[in-house]
């Protein structure tokens, strides 16, 4: 009987975790099919690509949208996430809040810029292509992060934010082209998907533990305790060359 009772007890435990996965996935996944329609209504001049998995300099990578259009290639990663959403460009980690319970997130911006370097790389035959990284974070009902370099907004403002590009750049049969030359090079392929889905986890929790330790996980350089505008924080040691930052 007691061994039933712990074989039960697993069951339980494993259930729970399925479906808090399956809830984690349908929400990024609704998240995205919001953007999506959101992008498809931007007009006839805008070519809108999702879910790319193209070579990067680390690997293969995953994008949520690429748009192609006359006025630029913007390079859009979404994040479904509710509650207040605080944090800075350069660091590590995000803040979530939802009733006063906090949360720590990735950095979308450092995973958009690898997203960036890959479009660029694969439309190199083009020359310098003027590309723009967008974060999106949707559901979120307050957004308060300090990223001069880097777009990141609430899902009400894409179609503003990409309509403020007007001038023409590339004709529509060159975006055709360029579009055509993302989708040759992305991958269909599951096996090689959720290869890269694993190492994506595992580069988190090196990461991490990195971080914990007192290691910069950019550079290898020393984390130490600083002083900033917005409180305390750890910064590399390296600093300027090395800008990483990790909230305590």
Known sequence: MFLLFIIVCILALLLVLLVK??????????????????????????????????????????????????????????????????????????????????????????????????????????GEVLTVPIVVVVDCERLKVNAPNHTVIMLYSLKEEILKYHKIIYTDEQCESMALSLRELSSDDKERREEHIQKVRAYQVVTQAK????????????????????????GCTNYPICKFISKI
């Not at 590590?92 to 810029?113: D, G, H, L, R, V």
């Not at 971080?211 to 750890?234: A, D, Q, S, T, W």
Request: charged content about 20%; overall charge positive.
């Open 21 to 126: 996965n399956i809830k984690w996935f349908s929400r990024g996944a609704a998240g995205e099919r919001t953007v999506s329609e959101k992008l498809h209504n931007l007009g006839e001049h805008y070519v809108v690509i999702e879910d790319l998995l193209i070579p990067s300099a680390h690997g293969d990578t995953q994008i949520d949208h690429v748009v192609v259009s006359p006025f630029g290639i913007f390079v859009i990663e979404t994040k479904c996430w509710s509650g207040w959403i605080t944090g800075g460009e350069n660091s590590s980690q995000w803040t979530q809040t939802i009733y006063k319970e906090k949360y720590e997130k990735p950095n979308p911006i450092f995973q958009n810029k690898v997203h960036v370097e890959a479009v660029k790389s694969a439309l190199k035959q083009y």
């Open 211 to 234: 971080v914990k330790n007192g290691i910069c996980p950019r550079c290898g350089g020393e984390l130490v305790l600083r002083n900033g505008r917005y409180g305390r924080f750890y």
